[in-house]
């Protein structure tokens, strides 16, 4: 059974850099079947997907947050990170790491728990 | 962008009842679409792929419908464990990955 944990700060002060990681366990990132995705969430809103890659080179951000994300991993620890820059109040939210298949099912099979980040001085 | 329009955005339903929720695409995604339940306090599971294919170990009260723009989620006898929120998920263009807005279900 696929296992994602995200971990992290739960707290940023506004203007900071957001870190997170997102241990994998039961498949392995260096797999090319599936990519790896960051989503959010803020409190009682809907999903905001921000980013996927596999390992293959693929690497896509939202477009409203590509400014300020970068997404990147660690295969020989399988884990991978997110880090959002510029951290303001409407960066709260939950935030997932997910698997996901390829275009065009693109089906997200396997998620974290998901972490609350609240921006806050 | 393709942009994902779900109503109702909210919805309040008795057991036994059948729900449907619509999911609209701003452009034609043939049956690139899935939808997702998400219970409180928890990560979103998937139901259903290609607009009407369920995934492995949902109920077959649920079932999913539609092509190009208009999609359903139909639940036949809803039940209390169904009380969540639901999302679908366009996969035709990409990026963005999109998400409706989402429905909130209520018993």
């Known amino acids: 059974q696929v296992q994602l944990l995200e971990s992290g700060p739960g707290l940023v002060k506004p203007s900071e850099t957001l870190s997170l990681n997102c241990s994998v366990f039961g498949d392995s990132l260096s797999a090319e079947t599936y990519f790896w995705a960051w989503i959010r969430q803020p409190p009682g809103k809907g999903l905001e997907w921000i980013g996927s890659f596999d390992n293959t080179g693929n690497l896509q951000y939202n477009p409203s947050l590509k400014r300020r994300v970068t997404i990147s991993a660690d295969t020989s620890k399988n884990v991978f990170f997110l880090k959002i820059t510029s951290m303001t109040a409407t960066d709260t939210a939950v935030y997932y790491c997910a698997r996901h298949n390829p275009p065009p099912t693109l089906t997200f099979d396997f998620w974290g728990q998901g972490t609350l980040v609240t921006v806050s001085s | 962008d393709i942009q994902m329009t779900q109503s109702p955005s909210s919805l309040s339903a008795s057991v036994g009842d059948r729900v449907i929720i619509t999911c609209r695409a701003s452009q034609t995604i043939k049956k690139y679409l899935n939808w997702y339940q998400q219970k409180p306090g928890e990560a979103p599971k998937l139901l259903i792929y290609g607009a009407s294919t369920l995934h492995s170990g949902v109920p077959s009260r649920f079932s999913g419908s539609g092509s190009g723009t208009e999609f359903t989620l139909t639940i036949s006898g809803l039940q209390p464990e169904d009380i969540a929120s639901y999302y679908c998920?366009?996969?035709?263009?990409?990026?963005?990955?999109?998400f409706g807005q989402g429905t909130r279900l209520d018993i």
């Open positions: 998920q366009q996969t035709s263009i990409t990026p963005p990955i999109a």
